[in-house]
């Protein structure tokens, strides 16, 4: 299973941007996708995920400005992030879990400007 990321870039504070994550399989028994964010010199945390049965999750900081959302024809996960802040900055990673494995994307840069 391999994962391509985009949709990063550098937008001002107040800002959106919409990543993308396109999985190399269908995602449609795919259970759990999520993206997580990785600041500089922090570890990496999660910032949102969805189930194959729509349920999601967000992290406190984002909850009300992001929204994840699922494709199943397009096999395909979004992150569309509105009102960004400049502690949204990051390295932004898609993440899947299926069967008893865990795969990555290459991550996609989100910069945020004061």
């Known amino acids: 299973v391999q994962l391509q990321a985009s949709g990063g870039g550098l937008v001002q504070t107040g800002g959106s941007l919409t990543l993308s994550c396109v999985v190399s399989?269908?995602?449609?028994?795919?259970?759990?996708m999520g993206w997580y964010r990785q600041a500089p010199g922090k570890q990496r945390d999660v910032v949102a995920f969805?189930?194959?049965?729509?349920?999601?999750n967000y992290m406190d900081s984002v909850k009300g400005r992001f929204t994840i959302s699922r494709d199943n024809a397009k096999n395909t996960v979004y992150l569309q992030m509105n009102s960004l802040k400049p502690e949204d900055t990051g390295v932004y990673y898609c993440?899947?879990?299926?069967?008893?494995?865990?795969?990555w994307g290459q991550g996609t840069q989100v910069t945020v400007s004061s």
């Open positions: 969805i189930t194959s049965g729509d349920f999601t």
């Open positions: 399989r269908s995602i449609f028994s795919i259970n759990y």
């Open positions: 993440n899947v879990r299926f069967r008893r494995d865990t795969y």
